[in-house]
T-cell receptor, first 111, second 115 residues
Framework: DAKTTQPTSMDCAEGRAANLPCNHS???????VYWYRQIHSQGPQYIIH???NNETNEMASLIITEDRKSSTLILPHATLRDTAVYYC????????????FGTGTRLQVTL | DTEVTQTPKHLVMGMTNKKSLKCEQH?????MYWYKQKAKKPPELMFV???????INESVPSRFSPECPNSSLLNLHLHALQPEDSALYLC??????????????FGPGTRLTVL
């Protein structure tokens, strides 16, 4: 599975959009981009995933660049409860559902 | 029911003890996982079970022994652990196979302390 690079930490004011970037320059054609988050002392939580098109669900939007070498997770209106570590993971469909977590981005949402 | 439950929440054990961690899900998922997470580090995969058969063992020491007695239950048997095995142990489940919708659902974890 391709490796990902994320900033170590980011801050966001409550009510504003949080844009979390991820670089995955070695991604191959059949690999998906997944995002999970982990709120302190809880298990990771699935957020969203995509292949090449932009995706949106009730939690977030995922924007993948045309060359697929990077992506951005957007939380449109961040709240204090969104404070967490966000993991960007690239995973192929043939890897027996194996998730390889990188170091993630610690997002701090402030008043 | 969209929940993965883990018991106990906390466990303290000595290096000579034998203990077990338990994980349960009733979502009909046929793939189950154990991860280990040290403080301030990302989760690391330990084992994967697919249709109750061990499919991935990430070179985990034999003092950790997984067991999947049925499609809803996953155990992790612990014996002769070391203090460095202290960590948060996370269980997850998903639909198995090559699909794109097999996101993993995680339990809250068992925080293990080895004295």
């Amino acid at each position: 599975d391709a490796k990902t690079t994320q900033p170590t930490s980011m801050d966001c004011a409550e009510g504003r959009a949080a844009n979390l970037p991820c670089n995955h320059s070695t991604i191959s054609g059949n690999e998906y981009v997944y995002w999970y988050r982990q709120i302190h002392s809880q298990g990771p939580q699935y957020i969203i995933h995509g292949l090449k098109n932009n995706e949106t669900n009730e939690m977030a939007s995922l924007i993948i660049t045309e060359d697929r070498k990077s992506s951005t997770l957007i939380l449109p209106h961040a709240t204090l409860r969104d404070t967490a570590v966000y993991y960007c993971i690239v995973r192929g469909t043939g890897t027996a559902s194996k998730l390889t977590f990188g170091t993630g981005t610690r997002l701090q949402v402030t008043l | 029911d969209t929940e993965v439950t883990q018991t106990p929440k906390h466990l303290v054990m000595g290096m000579t003890n034998k203990k077990s961690l338990k994980c349960e899900q009733h979502m009909g998922h046929r793939a189950m996982y154990w991860y280990k997470q040290k403080a301030k580090k990302p989760p690391e995969l330990m084992f994967v079970y697919s249709y109750e058969k061990l499919s991935i063992n990430e070179s985990v020491p034999s003092r950790f022994s997984p067991e999947c007695p049925n499609s809803s239950l996953l155990n992790l048997h612990l014996h002769a652990l070391q203090p460095e095995d202290s960590a948060l142990y996370l269980c997850a489940s998903s639909r198995p196979g090559r699909g794109t919708y097999n996101e993993q659902f995680f339990g809250p974890g068992t925080r293990l302390t080895v004295l």
